[in-house]
Structures are given as structure tokens and as C-alpha cells.
């Protein structure tokens, strides 16, 4: 699984669609990185590969103080899954290679 670079991510979310930058790097099952978009930059937290599925979370302050639970695949060149929105409950992200 080639996790490690940047990710051009759409996340749907009840104020439209939000874009953002995401950066990944994997070391064994742990998972780092960094988020940016329209929120600002944030780190990528509690990151881990598990079998062909990778999860994180990220805490965005803008608009809002959110903590964002990602889980999600690999597929090629794209990424895609789900995103738990604190509480707002779950919505769907993709992305592709950037």
C-alpha cells in the first residue's frame, strides 16, 4: 500500500463540502501526517494502518472546536471512507493522489 504522500480530500460535511490537503506518512502500522485546508493546518492524530484500512483523527478549531475520526481505504490512487464528525454524526470522504 503506497500511503506515504499528499492527498487532494473531499469531505462532505452539513455546511457543503470541504477541501483539504492531506499529507501521510506510514512507519510499520503507525500513521502521521498533517491536514490543511480552509481550517488551517492540523496535525493528524492516533494514526494507524490496519490490514488495508487506515484511521485517524485530526482536531480542526474553524469553524468550530471538532475532533474528525477518518476511516478509510486505499484504492490505486484513490482514497476513500468515512468520517465521523464529532457531534454530527457520520459522513464520507474521498480523495485522490496530488
Given at each position: 500500500?503506497?500511503?506515504?504522500g499528499?492527498?487532494?480530500v ?9 477541501k483539504a ?14 491536514m ?5 493546518a ?6 494507524r ?24 481505504a ?12 464529532g457531534a454530527?454524526g ?6 485522490t493522489?496530488?
Open positions: 500500500m503506497a500511503v506515504d499528499k492527498w487532494n473531499t469531505i462532505k460535511t452539513p455546511m457543503g463540502e470541504q490537503v492531506l499529507t501521510l506518512k506510514q512507519e510499520g502500522d503507525a500513521l502521521s501526517g498533517e490543511s485546508g480552509a481550517m488551517g492540523v496535525p493528524v492524530e492516533n494514526g494502518v490496519e490490514g488495508d484500512r487506515l484511521k485517524w483523527s485530526t482536531k480542526v478549531t474553524s469553524p468550530m472546536p471538532i475532533t474528525l475520526e477518518f476511516d478509510g486505499l484504492s490505486g490512487a484513490d482514497i476513500a471512507g468515512n468520517v465521523k464528525l454530527f457520520t459522513s464520507t470522504f474521498s480523495g493522489a496530488a
